[in-house]
């Protein structure tokens, strides 16, 4: 009974999805968002005018005098105005370096290389078909969103495997295919400062967070498992959170998906047999890459340090995605008839690069916008105001914590990598905070909750144009309102939980960490 209550309460709340005539009012709202998201210009047009926007008020801004002191370095922080011949000549020559340099341009490509191979010859369809009549469906959505979390030790990949195979998993299960792309970009983005294990960010805040603490505590070594307990329950609070989102706020309003589902049949022996010589190659292939990383002279370790974190494998990871799709591909090809010869590889390669030809043409407007804006330095201008507006707010204790989430969460917007916005927050308010009581790690823990929970509104997130086209496979007029209406709730509900999950740690006083407590004592 109560179940049945519970599941009328979510029929009354969205009534039925996004195209009924008398939508819940938490629905109307989501919708006029994204109605008038998608009324913006195109996103490439979008891009180009959040440019010439940047343009117009870097020259205002400059005009103004509006300077900051960068807390790590004491410089002083300009804004450059770039309405200017020096502006038009970094614009005119640098254009075409934007666009090759714009980091998910290279992992895109070289990975949907591969994956070309896998999808081209059957390979991902039959797994995905394997999945349908094996795998629990009530389990389905918590273990994408597990996945997208797990991908975090894999840096980027996550954005251009994972997001786009929830999409086609959930449309295996005739789901609607953007919920299943939303659950994983929960995991992945959203998710970002959550891990069962340490992740390749990991060393590189806890670094930033150490040189700061030194300011107060000359000497003071901070590991990177200082967030390490509370990563891990951070995990699983998002996979449940996660799961619970998608299926009860954006796949109700999603609607019945108008399109095509696939239909996957049962699948026939020929195909069994591809399977496992896939999977036989599959792990070969990941046995000697592992050779490769831990034995103690493996070659795609640090030939200086050893070190696996900062080295070879880890600096062309993508390369290793690329193998790890094309080997068991070719494979799968070979058994069942799909791939005969080289024509077959390269045809199956150029079709799944067919498919990102409009997201090559996104890309460049999106790189020059990126490039324009933290060239100006109106990124860490906003950064260190919004450092200065916490400092001055006058909060203690958990307050304090919670609009130190509030503000990082506020700059992420505006600027995307967590390690450049943490180089600039991490001098002022690690060594604040420390002369409050408060560990380098509950600080890094506040930063990470509020850098996590907007990457998934933010155009400023590096893979949020390659986000838009993954959902313009299954619905042409998504734009930027879709994606911001779709993951909206994700941002509020995540932040509020994320917010009493620390509240209740900070409460408590358990640990962050491995030598990590909540209070600093000198």
């Not at 870097?58 to 770039?82: C, D, Y």
């Not at 046995?287 to 600096?315: A, C, H, K, W």
């Not at 838009?468 to 939980?497: C, E, R, S």
Request: charged residues 15%.
């Amino acid at each position: 009974m109560e179940k049945k209550r519970r599941n009328n309460y979510f029929i009354k709340f969205f009534k039925n999805g996004k195209n009924d005539n008398n939508p819940a009012l938490t629905l109307r709202l989501l919708n006029k968002i994204e109605k008038i998201g998608n009324k913006l210009p195109h996103p490439a047009t979008l891009f180009a005018l959040l440019s010439l926007f940047t343009l117009v008020i870097s020259t205002i801004i400059h005009k103004l005098g509006i300077e900051a002191i960068h807390p790590g370095t004491g410089v002083n922080i300009k804004i450059i105005n770039l309405f200017s011949a020096e502006g038009f000549r970094f614009i005119f020559a640098n254009a075409t370096e934007n666009y090759i340099k714009f980091p998910p341009l290279g992992i895109v490509i070289v990975a949907m290389i591969g994956i070309g191979v896998a999808e081209g010859s059957g390979l991902i369809t039959a797994v995905l078909r394997h999945m349908v009549t094996a795998a629990p469906k009530r389990l389905i959505t918590a273990s994408i969103v597990a996945a997208g979390i797990l991908s975090h030790l894999a840096s980027s990949v996550g954005y251009v495997v994972l997001i786009p195979l929830g999409a086609m998993v959930f449309a295996a299960f005739k789901r609607h295919p953007i919920a299943g792309l939303a659950a994983a970009f929960c995991g992945v983005s959203a998710g970002f400062g959550a891990n069962f294990v340490i992740g390749s960010i990991d060393p590189i805040l806890a670094g930033l967070s150490e040189s700061a603490a030194n300011i107060i505590k000359p000497g003071i070594k901070l590991t990177p498992a200082i967030n390490l307990y509370f990563m891990i329950a951070s995990a699983f609070m998002i996979i449940f959170i996660g799961t619970w989102i998608t299926e009860k706020f954006v796949e109700p309003r999603l609607g019945e998906y108008e399109g095509d589902y696939e239909d996957f049949n049962r699948i026939e022996e020929h195909e069994k047999r591809g399977l496992i010589w896939a999977g036989i190659s599959l792990l070969v292939t990941i046995s000697i890459l592992s050779l490769m990383i831990v034995t103690e002279n493996g070659i795609l370790r640090n030939p200086e340090t050893g070190s696996i974190l900062n080295s070879p494998f880890m600096d062309g990871l993508i390369t290793a995605i690329f193998i790890i799709f094309f080997i068991p591909g070719l494979t799968y090809g070979i058994v069942v008839g799909t791939i005969k010869n080289d024509k077959d590889v390269i045809n199956h390669m150029t079709e799944s690069m067919k498919n990102l030809a409009s997201y090559l043409v996104l890309v460049f407007f999106a790189a020059q916008f990126v490039y324009i804006f933290n060239k100006s330095n109106l990124g860490v201008l906003i950064a260190i105001k919004g450092a200065d507006l916490l400092k001055n707010l006058g909060f203690t204790g958990i307050g304090l914590i919670i609009s130190f989430v509030l503000i990082s969460s506020i700059v992420n917007l505006f600027m995307g990598s967590a390690s450049a916005k943490w180089a600039i927050m991490a001098p002022i308010f690690v060594p604040m905070f420390m002369l409050l009581g408060y560990h380098p790690a509950l600080t890094q823990v506040a930063f990470r909750i509020g850098d996590s929970v907007t990457n998934v509104v933010t155009p400023m997130m590096s893979y949020f144009a390659l986000i838009v086209a993954f959902a313009q496979k299954y619905d042409k007029n998504a734009g930027i309102g879709t994606i911001i209406a779709t993951m909206l709730p994700y941002t509020i509900f995540l932040t509020i939980a994320w917010i009493i999950l620390l509240t209740i740690w900070m409460t408590i006083g358990i640990p962050l960490g491995i030598d990590a407590p909540i209070q600093y004592l000198p």
